[in-house]
């Protein structure tokens, strides 16, 4: 009783330690979201609203991105995005590791199939990067963050790191061409 006790006691403890928001989410290769995305899309944020779901329960945002370029994949001029979270009459929930957008913020997308008029973005944030000038040169640099990455077995996963725009495009398109899964656009 007393060593049943003691793991308890340490497990508490343990669980004690843990950020409240933190979240855990499995990471997913380049490969793995390019199979679940429709598109992969370069573009600017032009409105950003958030509403209660039709049950009244669940708050969620909507984001209308302006598509500057297809990288592979269709996708129509304007997408529509809806994720999890934001503030609406005063209510505020945060939804770690979903996907938060600002206006006229220029971002770089794995866009999922449509559901009721909203695509998704695919892999939660880890497939959403913002997209900064830095020293002369445009960068991809990840979202993901408020959580932890694990992989299959439940070791952490390495963290991914801002690269060049072009560079990250490149990527992409040779690894869509590679499983011949989405149409490239050069």
């Not at 979903?98 to 913020?105: I, L, R």
């Not at 640099?141 to 801002?162: K, M, N, W, Y």
Request: hydrophobic share 45%; net charge neutral; proline share 4%.
């Amino acid at each position: 009783m007393k060593r049943c006790l003691s793991i308890g006691l340490l497990l508490l403890v343990a669980l004690a330690t843990l950020p409240a928001g933190a979240s855990t989410f499995l990471a997913m290769s380049q490969k793995e979201m390019l199979r679940q995305s429709t598109a992969v899309v370069e573009g600017r944020v032009l409105k950003v609203s958030s509403f209660w779901d039709v049950t009244g329960r669940i708050i969620q945002t909507e984001a209308l991105v302006q598509v500057e370029e297809t990288v592979v994949g269709e996708a129509p001029t304007i997408v529509v995005l809806r994720t999890f979270g934001g503030t609406v009459d005063g209510y505020r929930v945060e939804a770690h590791g979903f996907p938060q957008f600002n206006v006229n913020e220029r971002l770089l997308l794995f866009v999922g199939a449509e559901k009721d008029g909203a695509a998704s973005v695919v892999g939660y944030r880890q497939g959403q990067y913002r997209l900064i000038e830095s020293h002369g040169q445009e960068m991809a640099v990840p979202t993901f963050e408020g959580g932890s990455l694990v992989t299959l077995d439940g070791s952490p996963a390495p963290r991914a790191q801002a690269v060049p725009l072009a560079s990250l495009k490149d990527s992409i398109r040779a690894e869509a061409r590679r499983v011949n899964l989405l149409q490239v656009h050069e």
